[in-house]
């Protein structure tokens, strides 16, 4: 999918959360954790860009900088070419109604002291004026949209399914028609079966309405059903952006080849080529120099611990550029 500047709705640019640790009484300063460090993407109207990535790369915390649920040290984050980051808190509320998210626990993010119905409607009543009876036919229409019975408004989170909680979330999401949608893992917490309806519900909500979604996930069975391009993620910095086919037909970063060789092969006649990840990541208190990936890289040579390779464009095509952060790829 094209993202060229009249079609772009998100303009990411070096952004950085680093945490720094209170410093404590007679006790030596902490190095910063630099859960993100130097992030830069577009997303494009209507498109789904996936961050992926092991556990602890920054995923989440890049997602959540996105709409200021986590305040960004630095960078840019420009949505219709405003930066939110200048934004006061007021300007910010405001501007929300054009960024929502869905949690990854369906449970956890629904108040239990609020029915259904209220929980979808609380948007509409932060950002709309409609009277109550117009907002109630509006919840019923969402409840719809996502699969979820009319007659199931007046009930409460525990009396649903964990499917059907994520699906209320979807709704509660959808309810100010949002440009951008952040998804943070939004199915890893549900059954397979359960998972395929949610990701395919996702899928034909964006083609209805055009949304965007930046999608967090670490299945990439799931990645490559949903996604038009993806980013790899490796301790607070990306080293590979690529169209979904692209990048899982021919991945380039020797950390992204890895991650592939990891996924399940459905035929067991088939024998799975592993690429064996060695050793444990690094700190993000205490990244190593130059590539952050050179100590377990199998193609490491000195260069890579001396200097940082750049996230350059190695091709073009009519989906898109194929960026790598390797010296040799």
Same mark, same amino acid.
């Given at each position: 999918?094209?993202?060229?500047?009249?079609?772009?709705? $998100?303009?990411? #640019? /070096? &952004?950085? +959360?680093?945490?720094?640790?209170?410093? =404590?009484?007679?006790?030596?300063?902490?190095?910063?954790?630099?859960?993100?460090?130097?992030?830069?993407?577009?997303?494009?109207?209507?498109?789904?860009?996936?961050?992926?990535?092991?556990?602890?790369?920054?995923?989440?915390?890049?997602?959540?900088?996105?709409?200021?649920?986590?305040?960004?040290?630095?960078?840019?984050?420009? $949505?219709?070419? #405003? /930066? &939110?980051? +200048?934004?006061?808190?007021?300007?910010? =509320?405001?501007?929300?109604?054009?960024?929502?998210?869905?949690?990854?626990?369906?449970?956890?993010?629904?108040?239990?002291?609020?029915?259904?119905?209220?929980?979808?409607?609380?948007?509409?009543?932060?950002?709309?004026?409609?009277?109550?009876?117009?907002?109630?036919?509006?919840?019923?229409?969402?409840?719809?949209?996502?699969? $979820?019975?009319? #007659?199931?408004?007046? +009930?409460?989170?525990?009396?649903?399914?964990?499917?059907?909680?994520?699906?209320?979330?979807?709704?509660?999401?959808?309810?100010?028609?949002?440009?951008?949608?952040?998804?943070?893992?939004?199915?890893?917490?549900?059954?397979?079966?359960?998972?395929?309806?949610?990701?395919?519900?996702?899928?034909?909500?964006?083609?209805?309405?055009?949304?965007?979604?930046?999608?967090?996930?670490?299945?990439?069975?799931?990645?490559?059903?949903?996604?038009?391009?993806?980013?790899?993620?490796?301790?607070?910095?990306?080293?590979?952006?690529?169209?979904?086919?692209?990048?899982?037909?021919?991945?380039?970063?020797?950390?992204?080849?890895?991650?592939?060789?990891?996924?399940?092969?459905?035929?067991?006649?088939?024998?799975?080529?592993?690429?064996?990840?060695?050793?444990?990541?690094?700190?993000?208190?205490?990244?190593?120099?130059?590539?952050?990936?050179?100590?377990?890289?199998?193609?490491?040579?000195?260069?890579?611990?001396?200097?940082?390779?750049?996230?350059?464009?190695?091709?073009?095509?009519?989906?898109?550029?194929?960026?790598?952060?390797?010296?040799?790829?």
């Amino acid at each position: 999918m094209s993202t060229d500047n009249n079609n772009t709705l $998100l303009r990411v #640019e /070096d &952004l950085r +959360k680093h945490y720094t640790a209170p410093r =404590r009484w007679l006790a030596k300063a902490q190095p910063a954790v630099q859960a993100v460090d130097g992030v830069s993407f577009t997303v494009a109207r209507g498109e789904t860009l996936s961050l992926v990535g092991e556990s602890g790369c920054g995923k989440t915390t890049t997602a959540k900088s996105v709409m200021r649920l986590i305040e960004p040290t630095a960078g840019t984050v420009q $949505l219709n070419g #405003e /930066d &939110l980051l +200048k934004l006061s808190p007021g300007q910010m =509320r405001e501007r929300r109604r054009d960024v929502q998210i869905i949690f990854q626990d369906p449970y956890a993010s629904l108040s239990p002291r609020l029915t259904a119905g209220e929980i979808v409607a609380e948007p509409l009543r932060n950002f709309g004026k409609q009277s109550a009876s117009e907002r109630r036919e509006r919840v019923q229409w969402l409840f719809g949209k996502v699969g $979820l019975r009319p #007659e199931a408004i007046d +009930k409460y989170p525990h009396e649903f399914s964990g499917g059907q909680r994520q699906r209320l979330g979807i709704a509660r999401a959808l309810a100010v028609q949002p440009k951008l949608i952040i998804c943070d893992e939004p199915v890893s917490a549900l059954d397979v079966s359960v998972q395929a309806q949610v990701v395919n519900l996702l899928m034909d909500l964006q083609a209805e309405f055009g949304i965007a979604y930046l999608f967090v996930a670490h299945d990439l069975s799931v990645v490559r059903h949903i996604s038009h391009r993806v980013a790899v993620m490796y301790l607070g910095r990306i080293v590979e952006l690529a169209d979904r086919d692209t990048l899982f037909s021919a991945p380039r970063h020797p950390y992204t080849q890895i991650l592939l060789s990891a996924v399940p092969v459905p035929n067991p006649r088939t024998p799975a080529q592993r690429m064996l990840l060695q050793g444990d990541p690094p700190s993000p208190a205490n990244p190593p120099s130059g590539c952050r990936f050179h100590t377990r890289c199998p193609l490491a040579q000195p260069v890579c611990k001396e200097r940082s390779p750049e996230l350059s464009t190695r091709e073009t095509s009519g989906t898109g550029e194929h960026r790598v952060a390797c010296h040799f790829r």
